[in-house]
């Protein structure tokens, strides 16, 4: 199924949102105050739709540009797109563009599937688990691409990245800059003539969104640390004009609520322009700044990710970034220090470095359904489509319960009128409950919803705009409103999904149509878990963790190709070290968390970009770290029994029920061992991660310490197999007392190669088949595959993808923590399938560091044929392959410079440039 994008193709060009407008990118005229018609955008085809955004607005300083929905001339279409179908019968109904972007009606195979489960007297759709089909159906469908690149993204000039900034950071004047507060700043400037770049450099602290004349530009910055304080660079030439101008920045400081993954210092705000031409808007005390009393933070069912909005439209300074708002009684601003970068200056509060990956996408993103309303309210059937406007009359109490079919991050945006006194919370969730229990996560019936949430009252006006400062991570969206004595109108609510701007180059497609299901649900996993940093969940931490990382990692790299969230991620991992010379488990966090087996998984994630990418130069950089970590694992080695002792902080392992979480010891996914010493799985994977770091060392310059390691990892695999094997059973012991077996200690077995390599395929049988040992769970199973190609059992992964065709059958629209009861609906540490789909069963791997060469070892399994591209440095490798009677066809191709070998059935043969086709 091909999948239908939820984005205009003009969704940056002529969809920009933000709180005083959702007109497109319009060029304002001097004297009006409205927003002229603006950007016609040829559509798909020049033969249809040149959108017009129309000029009507609700009120004269908000336009709420609408697109007409029908044109009255086929010559002049307005903004319908129609796709036509083979036959005129079954051709789709009219994509209806609105508020600058489009909507995707259900394709006539969907139809076909939705109306088998209708209900055939009432057309209503059936409930529980058979719904579950048509809701995948639907989220797989619409989905969102990734938008273009943002238009006003930027390179600063390099002086900036070592020289002290003329620019100062600023804040508010007799307010606390270390607590809670949202501040609005304005600098007003004057062009004689519209220049051809305007190029600003801009960081703040906690977090920032910048304005230029009313228009939402960029938000940031990207998440680093007080060494690493990332700044954004655009050219904002194309929203300036000639006269006044106005540059705008809601800054945001959480105080005590800060998200965990948000390190900071204080308020702060800092623009630097690039040239002189922009030197005039450079940060200083004649900013105006003004501290938002609208705000205050919804504090209840908090997440690690922040707090709510809690906003008093009637305390609101609505249209504060326009160039027409009168800010003459707002404050000049506080100065504090200037902007510094590394190595500019003695001393430092934020280092400032240019940020090292693409702004993130913003793309608008359409609410599926209602599913259940309270309070005798009827929803227009265009609502949630923003055709049809949504009145509660006054002194009623109502409640509507919207599914986006799917799981997202967004920021959603409501747009109301009227309503004074009025009161709105929108309630944020991935799944409803049932006696605290998830269950179905497609059905509603009997289910309620719980989760973080944000409130708004609004002051009675027209074309007044809701929007939290931080996206939300939702399936579920619950609006509760209470309107008192006039009548409240909800003229449009939606989703602008955010995340890092991933594009799906690769792909995989074989005969099972299911595992498309499984390729998609997973794709769409790693990309909410991917922002500015890796996240673990987007829902409760939005924290990025090594173990987490890894998979994550490879999966961008084997999907888009893409490495510079990774590259960033090593990169903050090898900073967040402390004085014993490990690595954080989580980076950045503002409570240093210590899980010594991640730091092992850093050094593996270096080697798999050491494989996968040419870099030798980033790679060198990493070897440091790489030394101080393997010393921090040596000097705990029992000299005694040849395995680990005694490791401090929190070993976590694997979330099974078996290991579980103690509040008075670091435990929680901790093996017998972990504390005190002894543990078969925590020394195997000491020894399993010296193998890829004596790769490292000795292609790196260091030949006699890959040695010392070499000696190391026989002593631990060694020591391991003296005190832990069980003759009896064949089977590793977890720890040197007996206390327990489990999947996990003899995976490292095999990985290690403390178990003898002749004897591993028996011992992965007996671990694979043996259900009373401790189960790995979807996080443990990525490191399973491992041992599983290791011992040349690759051709039954397929077969064994069962648990996450579990998770589809409950409704999961995004691969979770663990298996029910699970906490978290969305871990991109379960979406290693989408690795595996590419690198083991089209078999697509580095033959060799840097990836200059390629092995490509197919394993069916199952599977009678395989289509598969794998981005890479040089171009894209694409595989397709089906059995035959005698074995396997199809062909190859590599992209030009690219050359490998095809392995089957124990023969290997040549790959070269191009186009080869297989026959064996």
């Given amino acids: 199924m091909k999948k239908n994008s939820f984005i205009s193709k003009c969704s940056h060009e002529t969809g920009r949102f933000h709180e005083s407008t959702i007109c497109g990118r319009a060029k304002q005229a001097l004297n009006m105050k409205t927003a002229m018609a603006v950007l016609a955008k040829q559509a798909l085809n020049t033969k249809t739709a040149m959108a017009v955004l129309a000029k009507q607005a609700l009120n004269t300083k908000t336009a709420m540009a609408v697109l007409a929905k029908q044109a009255l001339n086929t010559k002049v279409a307005m903004a319908v797109l129609t796709k036509q179908a083979e036959n005129t019968k079954t051709a789709m109904a009219v994509l209806t563009k609105t508020a600058g972007f489009t909507f995707p009606e259900f394709g006539d195979g969907q139809k076909q599937l939705i109306s088998r489960f209708q209900n055939p007297g009432t057309g209503k759709f059936c409930s529980g688990r058979v719904l579950g089909l048509v809701f995948l159906t639907v989220c797989l469908s619409v989905w969102p691409g990734r938008a273009e690149k943002n238009p006003y993204e930027a390179s600063p000039d390099a002086v900036w990245n070592t020289r002290k900034w003329t620019a100062h950071w600023i804040a508010c004047p007799d307010e606390s800059p270390y607590d809670y507060g949202v501040y609005h700043f304005r600098k007003a400037f004057t062009l004689d003539a519209v220049p051809a770049s305007f190029v600003l450099n801009i960081s703040a602290d906690n977090r920032y969104r910048l304005f230029v004349n009313g228009q ?138 240019e940020r090292d990956i693409p702004l993130m996408e913003e793309s608008p993103l359409r609410m599926a359904t209602v599913r259940r309303t309270e309070g005798g309210i009827t929803v227009p059937d265009g609502f949630l489509k923003g055709t049809a406007p949504l009145t509660v009359p006054a002194g009623r109490k109502v409640s509507l319960l919207i599914d986006q079919a799917f799981l ?204 996968l990418r040419d870099d030798p130069a980033f790679v060198a950089e990493c070897i440091p770290a790489v030394k101080t970590i393997l010393g921090w694992f040596a000097a705990k080695v029992d000299g005694q029994t040849g395995m680990l002792g005694a490791v401090p902080h929190w070993n976590f392992v694997d979330w099974p029920p078996q290991w579980p979480w103690d509040t008075d010891l670091p435990l929680g996914g901790v093996p017998p061992g972990g504390i005190t010493g002894g543990s078969s799985i925590l020394t195997l994977q000491l020894a399993y991660t010296l193998k890829d770091a004596t790769d490292l060392l000795s292609a790196f310059g260091e030949p006699e310490l890959a040695a010392r390691y070499e000696t190391l990892c026989r002593t631990l695999c060694e020591g391991t197999i003296a005190r832990c094997w069980d003759e009896n059973r064949r089977l590793l012991k977890d720890d040197t007392q007996g206390s327990s077996y489990s999947q996990h200690a003899n995976i490292m077995g095999i990985l290690s190669d403390a178990v003898p390599r002749e004897r591993q395929a028996a011992l992965f049988e007996k671990l694979n088949a043996d259900t009373s040992l401790i189960q790995a769970t979807f996080y443990y199973r990525f490191y399973l595959f491992r041992a599983l190609r290791k011992t040349g059992g690759a051709e039954r992964y397929t077969a064994m993808l069962q648990p996450w065709y579990d998770m589809l059958r409950t409704g999961l629209t995004t691969f979770a923590e663990n298996p029910e009861p699970t906490r978290s609906d969305c871990h991109a540490w379960s979406a290693s399938p989408n690795y595996d789909l590419l690198a083991t069963v089209c078999g697509v791997e580095p033959a060799e560091p840097g990836f200059k060469s390629v092995r490509i070892e197919p394993h069916l399994g199952h599977l009678k044929s395989v289509r598969g591209q794998v981005p890479h440095p040089k171009g894209t490798i694409k595989v397709e392959l089906k059995k035959t009677e005698t074995g396997i066809a199809g062909s190859v191709s590599l992209p030009e410079g690219l050359q490998g070998v095809f392995v089957f059935d124990g023969k290997n043969i040549p790959l070269k440039s191009g186009t080869n086709r297989i026959n064996q």
């Fill in 216 to 353: 939402p530009v960029c938000w940031g910055p990207a998440r680093g640390d007080l060494a690493h304080w990332y700044y954004e660079t655009v050219d904002v030439a194309s929203l300036l004009q000639a006269g006044e101008n106005v540059l705008a920045v809601a800054v945001w400081n959480f105080g005590e609520y800060t998200p965990g993954a948000q390190m900071t210092l204080k308020t702060g705000l800092i623009v630097q322009g690039n040239t002189e031409r922009e030197a005039a808007v450079n940060t200083d005390r004649y900013w105006k700044v003004y501290r938002n009393p609208a705000y205050t933070p919804v504090t209840e069912e908090r997440q690690d990710v922040g707090c709510g909005d809690r906003v008093q439209g009637a305390l609101y300074p609505w249209g504060w970034e326009t160039p027409a708002f009168d800010d003459s009684g707002w404050k000049l601003s506080r100065t504090a220090g200037r902007g510094r970068p590394y190595g500019s200056d003695s001393g430092y509060d934020r280092v400032l470095w």
């Fill in 408 to 611: 997202t991050t967004a920021y959603p945006e409501l747009h109301v009128s009227g309503g004074r006194g009025a009161s709105i919370r929108l309630t944020y969730s991935e799944a409803l409950y049932r006696d605290g229990q998830k269950g179905n996560r497609h059905e509603v019936d009997g289910r309620s919803i719980r989760g973080s949430f944000d409130e708004f009252y609004p002051d009675g006006a027209a074309g007044r705009l809701f929007r939290p400062l931080w996206f939300r991570t939702y399936r579920y969206v619950q609006a509760d409103i209470e309107t008192a004595g006039e009548p409240l109108t909800l003229n449009d609510l939606y989703g602008m999904y955010t995340g890092y701007p991933f594009r799906e180059n690769g792909s995989f497609e074989s005969d099972a149509p299911q595992m498309k299901d499984l390729w998609t649900v997973g794709w769409r996993t790693a990309r909410l878990c991917a922002h500015e940093t890796y996240f673990d969940c987007p829902y409760y931490e939005q924290l990025q963790y090594v173990g987490d990382t890894r998979i994550q990692a490879l999966i961008s790299l084997y999907v888009d190709g893409d490495d510079r969230l990774m590259r960033k991620a090593i990169r903050m991992f090898d900073r967040s070290r402390s004085y014993e010379g490990i690595t954080t488990s989580r980076y950045p966090s503002r409570v240093n968390q210590y899980i010594p087996p991640f730091s092992m998984y850093w050094i593996n994630m270096v080697h798999d970009y050491w494989m």
